[in-house]
């Protein structure tokens, strides 16, 4: 995703996702997960100004071609700050990730509502080549092939936020 724009929502999430990646990779292979809170009223308000509604479906170009149900766009857009990082094209460490988006949790005292999400490294080099290699080519997503998102199809305009 080198040289593609983020969503406005996913340069929000830059400095936890950096954090999430850094819990992930150090993990060593085991899953390690956290909520991500719904937007807070504030927030809504500037993704509003914007025409940017974070609870709409996720209807990422990606997820139809098999890639991941990042459940909705709010969602979606912490997976491209995640991505993004990661990618060796954007200095990241370029670790092969396997990501899982789950069920919306309601407000459970002080944690606020949100979705839990958990991820894990997985083998890398020639073991990931050879297995992606047996993927149908559309499904090659480490290679370049189907799973990445077609920014051309997407309904929203990448522009900052609108200031605080």
Known sequence: ??????????A????????????????RGAWYGTRIADPSAELLE???????????RDDSSA???????ARDRWRRSFVRALYRLNDTRNGGPGRAIQLEVGLKYPRRGV???G???????RRGGTVAARAAQRLPEGRQ??????????????????E???PK
Do not use: C
């Not at 995703?1 to 996913?10: C, Q, R, T």
């Not at 929000?12 to 993990?27: D, G, M, P, S, T």
């Not at 979705?115 to 490294?121: E, F, P």
């Open 46 to 56: 500037r993704l509003a100004a914007i025409g940017y509604d974070p609870f709409a």
């Open 115 to 121: 979705r839990y999400v958990r991820a894990r490294t």
């Open 1 to 10: 995703m080198a040289g593609v724009p983020a969503d406005p929502a996913s």
């Open 160 to 162: 900052p936020l609108p």
């Open 111 to 113: 944690i606020p509502p």
């Open 141 to 158: 997503w480490a290679h370049g092939g189907g799973a990445a998102s077609d920014t051309s199809k997407r309904d929203w305009v990448a």
């Open 12 to 27: 929000y999430w830059e400095q936890a996702a950096a954090e999430f990646l850094r819990r992930v990779i150090a993990a």
């Open 63 to 69: 997820r139809r071609r098999g890639g991941l149900n």
